[in-house]
Nanobody, 126 residues
């Protein structure tokens, strides 16, 4: 069992920045995957950024490339999503998720993820 707890969401003006945090605990796997997803009102959930640890390769949605950065602090069992140059269309509930097994494929498919956090709201407002 893996637990994920997100924090750091809030209200932000266009062009502003936020850093989301996700504390990961429980039976984690070194060769799994961690991802950030989001869901805006009336829209389907979409991938934002993820990493498959065995590949050491990160993936970013085209809509957030060069603006968002995913990182990890293993000592704190925490993953982060640094969001810069925020746009109104970034408004969504943001979730971190973990694959609960050794995993070696691309990390983009949300159906591969076994554990999800409760989500944190990010709202862009001018």
């Amino acid at each position: 069992e893996v637990q994920l707890v997100e924090s750091g969401g809030g209200l932000v003006r266009p062009g502003g920045s936020l850093t989301l945090s996700c504390v990961v605990s429980g039976d984690t796997f070194d060769d799994s995957a961690i991802g950030w997803f989001r869901q805006a009102p009336g829209k389907e959930r979409e991938g934002v950024a993820c990493i498959t640890f065995s590949q050491g390769k990160e993936y970013y949605a085209d809509s957030v490339k060069d603006r968002f950065t995913r990182s990890s602090d293993n000592a704190k069992n925490t993953v982060y999503l640094q969001m810069n140059s925020l746009k109104l269309e970034d408004t969504a509930v943001y979730y971190c998720a973990a694959v609960g097994r050794n995993y070696h494929a691309e990390c983009w498919d949300d159906y591969e993820y076994d554990y999800w956090g409760q989500g944190t709201q990010v709202t862009g407002s001018s």
